[in-house]
């Protein structure tokens, strides 16, 4: 079956741009949104921004300023860049799949285990 | 921007319980909302999408309903791997999730 699996740094110094790449395995990358959520610890989910396979992309209004999303599918992978972090960046990231249906915007049936992103000197 | 709430923030139940949890957008979002379940150290998972269609896999005593702003998530008769925390999430404009409730043991 699909699976999701993040990976990258645990650790970014404040300032400095947090990456993170997903990788698709079980199945292809087309024909899917896929999109980035984060959650601090103890907290909610805040959705960060998705990309299709086509390079088409769609940002959190309140981080587009900072994110860029990119996708490989040569590799089954797309990627997540945060710049400008700070500690309030400090979350679990989670990579998720979102069906392309006829809705508005998205919701996420496949979810990967998540990624711990301490931000700190 | 879409704010989400839900009630109550936490509910301590019982096995066998019948579980109600509301979800409120600051604004209609049609039926476009999803619920999911997250337990401790994992990843949420898809419970129910467009308010009240139930993603495959999932037993059929999660039930959704609503629309508009005002929806529910209802478990019929709460089993013990059913405690954990709840989250909606709309995807009228973008996709803003509630803050959660936990559904612990009484």
């Known amino acids: 079956q699909v699976q999701l699996q993040e990976s990258g740094p645990g650790l970014v110094k404040p300032s400095e741009t947090l990456s993170l790449t997903c990788t698709v395995s079980g199945g292809s990358i087309s024909s899917y949104y896929w999109s980035w959520i984060r959650q601090p610890a103890g907290k909610g989910l805040e959705w960060i921004g998705r990309i299709y396979t086509s390079g088409s992309t769609n940002y959190n209004p309140s981080l587009k300023s900072r994110v860029t999303m990119s996708v490989d599918t040569s590799k089954n992978q797309f990627s997540l860049k945060l710049s400008s972090v700070t500690a309030a960046d400090t979350a679990v990231y989670y990579c998720?799949?979102?069906?392309?249906?006829?809705?508005?915007?998205?919701?996420?049936?496949?979810w990967g285990r998540g990624t711990l992103v301490t931000v700190s000197s | 921007d879409i704010q989400m709430t839900q009630s109550p923030s936490t509910l301590s139940a019982s096995v066998g319980d019948r579980v109600t949890i509301t979800c409120r957008a600051s604004q209609s979002i049609s039926s476009w909302l999803a619920w999911y379940q997250q337990k401790p150290g994992k990843a949420p998972k898809l419970l129910i999408y467009k308010a009240s269609s139930l993603e495959s896999g999932v037993p059929s005593r999660f039930s959704g309903s609503g629309s508009g702003t005002e929806f529910t998530l209802t478990i019929s008769s709460l089993q013990p791997d059913d405690f954990a925390t709840y989250y909606c999430q709309q995807y009228n404009s973008y996709g803003t999730f509630g803050p959660g409730t936990k559904v612990d043991i009484k």
């Open positions: 998720a799949r979102a069906p392309v249906v006829a809705a508005p915007y998205w919701y996420f049936d496949l």
